[in-house]
């Protein structure tokens, strides 16, 4: 977790929003989220609750999903403390509907908060997911190996 301002639950991107005081509405777009969520090495895209939900996984463990018709959140998974910390700190940041209270946050994509932001949360559940859940552990990792030596997109 980053640390800012003496708070570690202060995400980076939302630390620069609040540090200059400009708030703009978020400009992710669906299309932006597919692509970002692609991006992370060994990403799968499936529609596995329906039609319009998208949902991404790695090595068959899903971190993120949102609904591509009405893109107004996404879901992420998130450490428990850190979950409630951050639904305490953004009134853009709830428990998300149909997931585990404890585990999911829902981030709306049409509040104040930066695309970074709705990045840095899709990245930290990758890796959460990805440290937790993915099995074999031989198959942990290498991606955790490649993760280490490319790093994730920004």
């Known amino acids: 977790m ?5 708070r570690p639950w202060k995400c980076a991107a939302a630390t620069e929003l609040c540090r200059t005081g400009t708030k703009k509405r978020s400009i992710m777009d669906v299309l932006t989220f597919r692509d970002y969520c692609l991006s992370l090495p060994m990403a799968e895209e499936s529609t596995p609750f329906d039609e319009t939900t998208l949902v991404y996984k790695v090595g068959g463990k899903m971190f993120a999903c949102a609904d591509m018709a009405e893109f107004e ?9 850190e979950a409630v910390l951050l639904r305490e700190q953004y009134d853009e940041v709830s428990a998300a509907w149909h997931f585990n209270k404890r585990h999911w946050n829902a981030v709306r994509t049409t509040g104040d908060l930066p695309d ?6 899709i990245r930290n559940s990758y890796l959460l997911v990805l440290r937790c859940s993915v099995t074999p552990k031989a198959l942990r990792e290498e991606i955790l190996a490649y993760v ?7």
């Open 2 to 6: 980053a640390s800012n301002s003496g």
């Open 73 to 81: 959140w996404v879901a992420v998974k998130c450490d428990p403390a």
């Open 116 to 121: 970074g932001f709705i990045r840095e949360q």
């Open 148 to 154: 280490g030596e490319h790093g994730l997109p920004e």
